[in-house]
């Protein structure tokens, strides 16, 4: 059936079929083709989400979710699924009229809560959530799945919990799952990209720095999950260098080096494999239509550590100059937030094919993750990228024009 509010149909959790939930972990069924329509209410822990578009939501402990999804409907339908924040999952699945297609995705739900320390220890119980993410579907008590496009059609899904490798991505807003179209983070396309074997879980935030990241709690929460076996992307660069934010700077010669080979070596302690991501250049060009650089030391920085370490790196700072250039002056503001005007921060069109640029590092540099990748991926050139003008991506309901953090 096609997803309309008014004819939605829902189904109801299954049961565990034991007590021990122990032993058993809880699946949750739903089938919309024969049940009634219902809103989602605390007291059941599932249902469609109020307000504009189509989110269907359910209560679940934190952790890593195996989700089948029928998709197709009596006509035909092109489904786009995005998770939790406007997470890409899968994208223009079409079925023919009557058909069923079956997919599967993982999906990472976390809280912002912390292990008490023990007595006496310090610590939080807590990360240090921004006004910014209060609402948002990232942090709360559910896995909330969005349908996208004027056809999308669902007949039945199943969640299940899973134990699969995981990729943390650490960073600040061009990485982070932005909450509100038009405006995007690469990290929120990354799943979309990956086979459904491993877990997507996207820590980053807008305005963050090495140092804010870790005062927040932020780098606590990943470290709290994290296992032997993992990766963490590490993209920061954009706000460190502000020395007008003095509480939150780190200089690239001193202190944003020392904090990258404490991420670095947290991560490698718990058996995870960190990866480090330079920062992509800003919409800037000089006369001659090349772009300028503005992030100073910060990716000479992170280079050179990265070898010091033997750090994977993933060098997206000039993969962006070689995409951006491509676009040229005239058509490179298309991959921009607000039209362009924004000069820092992307729309679904620019997080999509830096999320591309990534991936290319991961091939070329980490090899036992881009084992994971989707089949469906051909090789992306940067120097070549597809016109912005062709690029379609259903958009999700939830939007706004207010400024973004960072810059």
């Known amino acids: 059936m096609i997803l309309d509010r008014r004819t939605l149909l829902t189904g109801l959790a299954l049961a565990p079929s034991i007590a021990l939930a122990r032993e058993v972990a809880p699946v949750w069924a739903f089938d919309f083709e024969t049940t009634p329509q219902t809103p989602y209410a605390p007291a059941t822990g599932h249902g469609w989400e109020s307000g504009p578009g189509r989110l269907f939501s359910v209560r679940v402990p934190e952790g890593d979710y195996r989700i089948t999804l029928d998709l197709g409907g009596a006509g035909p339908s092109d489904t786009t699924v995005k998770a939790e924040a406007r997470r890409l999952m899968l994208e223009g699945v079409r079925v023919a009229a009557g058909k069923t297609e079956t997919r599967t995705i993982i999906v990472n739900v976390r809280r912002p809560d912390l292990a008490p320390p023990p007595p006496n220890a310090p610590g939080g119980t807590r990360v240090l959530l921004n006004p910014r993410e209060e609402g948002s579907y990232d942090w709360d008590d559910k896995l909330t799945l969005e349908f996208c496009g004027p056809t999308a059609a669902v007949r039945r899904l199943r969640i299940e919990p899973v134990a699969v490798p995981t990729v943390f991505l650490a960073g600040d807003s061009t990485v982070t799952d932005q909450r509100f179209e038009p405006a995007a983070g690469w990290g929120q396309m990354l799943p979309r990209f990956f086979k459904p074997e491993i877990s997507v879980a996207n820590h980053a935030e807008s305005g963050e720095t090495l140092k804010s990241f870790l005062i927040e709690r932020r780098l606590d929460k990943i470290l709290s999950r994290i296992k032997p076996g993992d990766w963490l992307l590490i993209q920061f660069g954009h706000n460190d260098q502000k020395a007008q934010w003095p509480q939150t700077y780190a200089e690239a010669a001193t202190t944003y080096r020392d904090y990258l080979r ?12 960190p990866v480090f991501v330079t920062s992509m250049h800003r919409h800037r060009f000089d006369a001659a239509g090349k772009v300028v650089d503005t992030l100073g030391d910060y ?36 991959a921009f937030n607000d039209g362009g005007k924004d000069l820092t921060h992307h729309d679904n069109y620019g997080a999509y094919q830096l999320a591309r640029c990534v991936v290319e590092g991961l091939r070329a540099s980490v090899p036992a993750l881009a084992a994971h990748l989707a089949a469906d991926l051909a090789p992306f050139d940067p120097a070549r990228p597809p016109s912005p003008d062709i690029f379609a991506l259903p958009p999700s309901a939830a939007a706004s024009q207010e400024q973004l953090r960072g810059n």
């Open 299 to 334: 990716p000479a920085a992170m280079r050179e550590t990265a070898r010091e370490l033997n750090v994977p790196l993933i060098d997206l700072h000039a993969m962006s100059a070689v995409f951006y250039e491509a676009l040229g002056p005239k058509e490179a503001w298309k």
């Open 262 to 273: 404490a991420y670095a070596g947290e991560a490698r302690r718990r058996g995870a494999t």
